[in-house]
């Protein structure tokens, strides 16, 4: 079985510019999660998708970044325009189920992508 | 809110010795606690995690963490370290919404 998938593994942008970041989830998860840890600091969450809505989306830092999980498959998440900020590694994670508390509540992490704002 | 925190960002130990990465916890609920780790250039991977039925847990690697409500703590130990366990540990407690709050991650370094 495939693992959750990120990319690109790394991306290196000037401020102002544009980047999208995609995550492909592990087949049948139907939970989403995005985190980004911050050069130095702890690993934070962002949003939650159930299927293809937003579950909780407390994390985002502010409009400048915008996800999407179209048909409840593959997320992205774009950043526009960045910022010096933005830097770090961006992470995606999926589950199964959030409640049964039997193993399928468990959060997979992908690689993540490293996301650098010059 | 609930929060965590990792003592220690740098933990270095012998090839062979006792391995102990501590981790406290605050929550105002009783909590889902888990450990992740991440290898160099990989994903975070999970190491075990404590879901209100034992208090010690057994994870992959022959780690395994002893959760303490009366110490609010959930610390990982392996009674030997190997050389390939070298990675960054992460502890992290779930809420209610199923989001992980974690902790800033321990650095561990083994030497030969």
């Known amino acids: 079985e495939a693992g959750v998938t990120q990319f690109p593994s790394h991306s290196v942008i000037e401020k102002g510019q544009t980047v999208t970041l995609r995550c492909d989830p592990i087949s049948g998860h139907d939970n989403l999660y995005w985190y980004r840890r911050v050069m130095g600091k702890e690993i934070k969450f962002l949003l939650h998708f159930v299927k293809e809505s937003k579950q909780d989306e407390s994390g985002m830092p502010n409009n400048r970044f915008l996800a999407e999980r179209t048909g409840g498959t593959y997320s992205t998440l774009k950043v526009q325009p960045a910022e010096l900020e933005d830097s770090g590694v961006y992470f995606c994670a999926s589950s199964q189920d959030r409640f049964s508390g039997q193993g399928r509540d468990t959060q997979y992490f992908g690689p993540g992508t490293r996301l650098t704002v010059l | 809110a609930q929060s965590v925190t990792q003592l220690g960002s740098h933990v270095s130990v012998s090839e062979g010795a006792l391995v102990l990465l501590r981790c406290n916890y605050s929550?105002?609920?009783?909590?889902?606690l888990f450990w992740y780790v991440q290898y160099p250039n990989q994903g975070l991977q999970l190491l075990l995690k404590y879901t209100s039925a034992a208090t010690l847990v057994k994870g992959i690697n022959g780690f395994e963490a002893e959760f303490k409500k009366s110490e609010t703590s959930f610390h990982l130990t392996k009674p030997s370290a190997h050389m390939s366990d070298a990675a960054e540990y992460f502890c992290?407690?779930?809420?209610?919404?199923?989001?992980?709050?974690f902790g800033g991650g321990t650095r561990l370094m083994v030497k030969p």
């Open positions: 929550s105002s609920v009783p909590p889902y």
């Open positions: 992290a407690v779930r809420n209610a919404g199923n989001m992980l709050t």
